[in-house]
Each structure stands twice: as C-alpha cells, then as structure tokens.
C-alpha cells in the first residue's frame, strides 16, 4: 500500500535533488570532454561548470537559477496499491511542486502564456505536466522530475521516407548550430532524437530520450544504437563548445527514440537538455520505503514492445525475429 | 590537461564601475564584481519606460551595472530574502528597450545570457560609452549565488513577481563573467560565431537537402535565428 504521505515527499525530495545535484553520469561525461577540449574559452566554461556543481552540493542551492519548468514522469507498477487513488497522486504532486518552490527555492517560471499571471509556486493551468507509464509484474511507483528549461534547443521538423539518414543528419545539425550560437542551448547537453510516431510522439519521444536516458545508455537496436554514435560525433565535429565559443564539446551523448509512424512520413525532433541535465527518480515500495537514483529508467523492454501482447521479454523478441 | 583558462586575463571591478574601467575591458576578459548589481528585464523596462513610473531614487548613484536575470529567491520569513541562485536570461529580446534604459539610467555595464548582436553593440551600447559582459556556461547560478551577499533593495515585487522585479543585490566577487563587447563595439561571441562558421559548409558536404522547404527558410547557416 502506497500512501499519499509517501508520494509527496518522495516528489519534494526529487524536486531538491534534481535541482541541486549534478547526476553522476553527465559530470563523468563532461569531465572527458573537458580532457578532450582544445578551445581555451569552451575549457574554462566547462571547468567553470564543474565549480559551479561543486558549490551547488555544499551549499545546497540550485545549480541553476533557471530552475525550468518542473514535471513528472510516473511509472506505476501493474501489482501497485494506492488506497487513495491517482487524484490523490497528482494532487501530492502538485504540492510537492508548490512546496519545492519555496523551500529550495525555485524560481516560479510558470506564468500563463497569455496573461502572464504567475502563481508564485509552478502550479496552474496544465502545470507540471504528468505523464504516465506502467510496468508489469512489480508492485512499485517510480516518480521521476525533470527541470528543463524551455525556449531554445529543441526543433520539429516533417522529414519524408526519401530524406532518409541524410535528412535526419542535416536537421540534427541544423537545430545544433542555430541553437548552438552564444550557447542559448545551453550545451554541452545530452541530445535527444525523436522519430517517427505522429507529430506530437515525435516530440515527446525526443524529450524523453534527451531527459529520460543517462549517458552512456544505448538503444537497444544495434542500428539505432550505431546511429546514436554516429550524430554524437557528427555534432562535436561541429566546430562548437559551449556558449557558441570555438570547441569540440557540444553533445554529451545522443539518445533516438523511435515510434511507428505514418507510411508517407519520417518526422523528426530534436532536443537539447542542458548544462545542468536535472532529473531524479524515486522508487517507492509497497512498503513505503522509497530509494532514490538519477537514472529515470523509463525505457523498460515493456515501453518499447512492439507485438500486440506482452507476456514474457522471450516471447516478444521471437515473435519479433 | 592542467588549468583550462590559465592563459585569459582576469580582473575584479569595484562598482559603480569607472569609465576607465570600463575603457580598459576586452573580450575574453574574466571578470568578477564588488558593489551593488541591478536586475531589471521586460517587466521593468515596460514600467518605466511604456507606463512611465520613476525609476528608484538614486538608482545611478547606487549601480550602474544591468543584470539580465531573475533570482530563484523567496521571502525569508524575518522581511529579507533567501536567494538561492541566479542565472542570466538571453539579452537579445531587450535591444528594444536598451538604448532608451542606458540613458535613463546611466547603466555602462549590460550583464546577460548570450550577447546582443553587432548592430546592437554599435547602434546601442557603443554611443553610450556601455559594454556587455556574459555569464558563464549557463548557468553558474550556485557560484553567482555565492556572490551574493544581500539584497539592498527590491522594487516592484508585489506587481512584477519575484522572476521581473527589480532587485538591487550586494555582491562580493561576484563572478565569473566573460567580456563580450567592449567600447569600440568588438564582439567575442560574434569572432567565435565567424570562425565556427568557416567550417559549416564543410560539414554539410554530401547531405542532401530535404524534400520539403519551409517557408522563409533559410539555407544559409552562417547566419542567427536572434
């Protein structure tokens, strides 16, 4: 039985951690882009950064003023119990985000797009957003937050079957470089590749596997995976560090993430996540006990199924041979 | 490798700045502020310069440094303010308000997010004898954090937010920023923006263009979308 008691501090302690604690995997992987940098300028950014993380732990503020647009990504267990029911759920969530905002604080970016009236706790109309997925055969709830900026860094475009890789690398660079100018992507970031789907899975695939995936995690297409690889180092063969300046460093790592799409289309997205990567992951038992990570784990095997059932990981890979 | 940045001239600047301090700023210089620092963005710039409200008293004499940002900070319970972190916000979207703001104010140092073109530096910021300088990475918001040691005074908070308020902060080594324009209107982002773009054609070798064309879209990616 998971309480709604439970919910909420796990959601108010992600929403402290992510906005003050670098995760491991983006430092590391920093870290060897600083070793790998030749431009003076992009290096002394980038140690700049690892300072600035630093003194985010020790003083236990967040890492960036900017504290984007908080939001959750739950995975409920098929065995999971909630007494209270989801309202209940996205009723803590949402004070969770309002509580977070003054304690940590946060800066209350959430105003309404066209009054631009501002609560003062990043909770209104459709704020945070809630998306929801679900995982068989366990018992628990895994709350994940990101805090991604919003206004620069991310692009869609409809690309057509004949645009093929060629079309895909050319979007990749384009949102790259136009974003990349002056650093309003704020890169060196964990790029994140949407395909497929319809114009709005395309987008949140993307977003998903710019935030949602660490660095270092391939998809498991071997394909896709090499693709990965290949628009990581095509985007570092830029010329481009971080702020626009002359360097090698732009893409942390790459994540695609693809969905079945319309026979005519190839839609393609493209995000940045940023300097700051901010995201953490509660796992809460049925005992209440909750375990804290960074790495969201979000794409399971069940996500990513492409058969019409799913009973067992051996069946849907032969069935898919 | 060693020290990244070792070899970048470094200085720290008593505010209000001078105009010989000013003078002696040149891109790629690595600076850090004493003094009180100013934020002000869309909010205020509308209410002072659409609606006509009078800017603070003895805003001049306080600070003449323009901080493009809004403080993640929050009421402390005693009547202050816990300011956690700050960030700078992109600059571009103000040229409009920009050159009517430095002469009002007597502002000579614009503090932001990613510069302001060339035009703006020579139509904008170069008669007014102002240069801009940058934060890094973005953000640095725990170390710019850091460097904040109070808030003098906050203006407007009740009708502008805690994000488009006026706050006046005390800072001590406040920093990094990296010079990006100085007074003759030189630009770092815009030299690196030139050598980054020697190569783009290059890079583009042997990828066909799509299919579909976008309206008003351009090919060339030598130039901004700002």
Known sequence: MIGTDRIEKAAFDIMCKAAIDIPQDYLTGIKGMIDLEKGDLSAFVLQSMVENWEAATEDRRPMCADTGLPRYYVKVGDKAKLPDGFVALERALRSATARATTDVPLRPNRVHPLWRNDHNNNVGLNAPEVEWSFEPEVDWIDITTVHKGGLFGSDYRMLFPGDGIDGIKRFFLDTLIAFGKRGLACQPAIVGVGVGGSKDTCMQLGKQAACLRVVGDRNPDPKIAA??????????????????????????????????????????????????SRRATARIHADGSIEYRTDPRWFTPYMRRETIGWETPAETSSASA | MGNPGRDLKRVRLKLPATPEDIAALEPGMIVFLDGIVYTAREGAYKRVLED???????????????FHCSPAAAPDGEGGYRVGGVTATASFRFSKWMAEWLERTGTRIVIGKGGMTREDYANILVPRGAVYLTT??????????????????????????????????????FGPFIVDSDLQGNSLF???????????????EGLKPPALHRYGETDDRRKEVM
């Not at chain 2, 006509?52 to 440094?65: F, I, K, M, Q, Y």
């Open chain 2, 136 to 173: 890094v990475g973005y953000g640095t918001g725990a170390l710019l954090g850091r460097g904040i040691v109070g808030v003098h005074a906050v203006h407007w908070l009740d009708e502008l937010g805690i994000a488009q308020a006026m706050w006046m902060f005390r800072v001590e080594n």
């Open chain 2, 52 to 66: 006509g409200e009078p800017l603070p008293e003895g805003l001049a004499e306080l600070s003449n440094v323009n």
């Open chain 2, 190 to 204: 815009a030299s690196h923006g030139d050598r980054v773009n020697q190569r783009l054609e290059a890079l583009y």
């Open chain 1, 227 to 276: 693709l990965e690889d290949e628009l990581k180092e095509l985007g570092n063969n830029i010329g481009m560090g971080p702020m626009g300046f002359v360097g090698s460093s732009m893409v942390v790592d790459c994540h695609i993430e693809a969905g079945f799409t319309h026979t005519g289309g190839m839609p393609v997205s493209v995000h940045t996540f940023c300097l700051s």
